[in-house]
C-alpha cells in the first residue's frame, strides 16, 4: 500500500497543477517549493526542481491525472518526507476522541520513569483548550500541578511510575530503556481502555519514541498488545490533546517524585544527566554508600562511573 507518489512535470504543468488547485493552495511553501496545497484525498507539493510529491490516502490516484511516477534516482531532489504509513495519524486526528500517552524521566539519571495515558472525549476538546492545556515543556511546574489536579478529576487516565530499584533490576536482566518504555506504554494504554469499557476510542495515539515497528517487536512476548486504531508521532502533545494531557500528568507525578527522593537525599537532586548530576551521585555514594544509589538514580547511564570516580578522589 502506498501513500505517496512523486512525479516529474515541466514547469508549465507545475504552473497548470498551481492554477487548477488554486482554492486549496497551503499558506507556507517548503523551501525550494512551488506551491503546497491541501485536497480531501492528499497533500501536493510542487518543487522548483519539476518534482511534485503526493502524500495522503489518494496520492496514487491524485499524481495519476498529471503524470507519470518519475523513476527512483539514488539522489533525489525532493526533501525527504516522512512516508505516511498506517501509524501515521489521520489529517482529523485533534478532533477525535482518544487516549493519549507519553513519558517522563527517560533522560533524567536520577528519579523513576513514569507512563500517563489520558482519554479525551471529542466533546472535551474545548475544554481543555480553555484549561491551557498544552506542550508540557512550555509549562513551569506550578502550572503542571494545578492542571494536573484539574485533569485527573474528570479524566480517565492511567500512571505508571518504575520505580529506580526495580528499573535496575529490569535493566540488569537485560531490558533496555525502550522495552520498559513501550511496556508501560501498552500497559496504561490497556488499562485506561479497561476503564472507559464497552466505550471503544476512535484513535490511540502514543508520543512517539521508537519506530512503530520497533515498539511492536518490544511487545512481540507481552499479552493484549494494542494495535487497532493505534497512531504514533513524535509530537504528540499537538497532534491531539489526550497525549498533552497525558503528559502534564505523567510530569506532574514526576516532579512530586523527584521531591520526594530529594528529600530523601536530603539535598535538591538536578534534572538530566549532567556534571551536576554526577557530582550530586558522588554525594549520595560518600553520604550513603555506593549501595544506596539504585534506589535514586537509573545506573546504567554513564553518570553512575563518573559519580564512582568523583567519590573516591
Ligand atoms: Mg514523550
Known amino acids: 500500500m502506498s501513500n505517496y507518489a512523486v512525479i516529474q512535470v515541466s514547469i508549465s504543468v507545475i504552473e497548470q497543477m498551481k492554477h ?22 492528499c497533500t501536493i507539493t510542487a518543487y522548483k526542481s519539476g518534482k511534485v510529491l503526493f502524500q495522503g490516502t489518494g496520492a496514487v490516484q491524485e499524481a495519476a491525472r498529471w503524470g507519470q511516477q518519475a523513476p527512483a534516482t539514488a539522489k533525489s531532489t525532493v526533501p525527504k518526507k516522512k512516508a505516511v504509513t498506517i501509524y501515521t495519524p489521520p489529517d482529523e486526528i485533534g478532533a477525535m476522541s482518544a487516549i493519549g500517552s507519553d513519558e517522563v524521566g527517560t533522560g533524567d539519571y536520577f528519579g523513576p520513569m513514569i507512563v500517563a495515558a489520558a482519554y479525551v472525549e471529542k466533546t472535551q476538546l474545548p475544554l ?17 500541578a494545578a492542571l494536573a489536579k484539574q485533569l485527573i478529576s474528570f479524566l480517565p487516565y492511567s500512571l505508571l511510575t518504575l520505580h529506580n530499584e526495580k528499573y535496575n533490576e529490569l535493566q540488569g536482566k537485560g531490558l533496555n530503556q525502550g522495552e520498559l518504555k513501550a511496556r508501560m506504554h501498552n500497559q496504561a494504554i490497556n488499562k485506561v481502555l479497561e476503564r472507559l469499557q464497552p466505550h471503544k476510542p476512535e484513535a490511540i495515539v502514543i508520543d512517539q519514541f521508537v519506530q512503530p515497528d520497533t515498539y511492536y517487536k518490544y511487545l512481540a512476548k507481552q499479552k493484549n498488545v494494542q494495535r487497532e486504531n493505534v497512531y504514533f508521532s513524535t509530537k504528540g502533545e499537538s497532534v491531539h490533546l489526550a497525549v498533552a494531557a497525558a503528559s502534564i500528568i505523567a510530569r506532574y507525578a514526576f516532579v ?7 528529600k530523601q537525599a ?30 535514586y538514580a537509573k545506573l546504567h547511564f554513564a553518570n553512575t562511573e563518573k559519580a564512582k570516580q568523583l567519590a573516591n578522589k
Open 266 to 295: 536530603g539535598f535538591i537532586l538536578p534534572k538530566g544527566a549532567g556534571a551536576q548530576v554526577d557530582a550530586a551521585a558522588a554525594k549520595i555514594i560518600k553520604k550513603y554508600g555506593e549501595g544506596c544509589l539504585k534506589t
Open 20 to 41: 487548477h488547485y488554486n482554492a486549496y493552495l497551503a499558506p507556507k511553501v517548503p523551501p525550494g517549493g512551488v506551491f503546497s496545497a491541501k485536497i480531501a484525498s
Open 128 to 144: 481543555l483548550k480553555e484549561l491551557g492545556v498544552r506542550d508540557s515543556k512550555t509549562l513551569t511546574d506550578e502550572q503542571i
Open 256 to 262: 512530586k517524585q523527584f521531591a520526594e527522593l530529594s
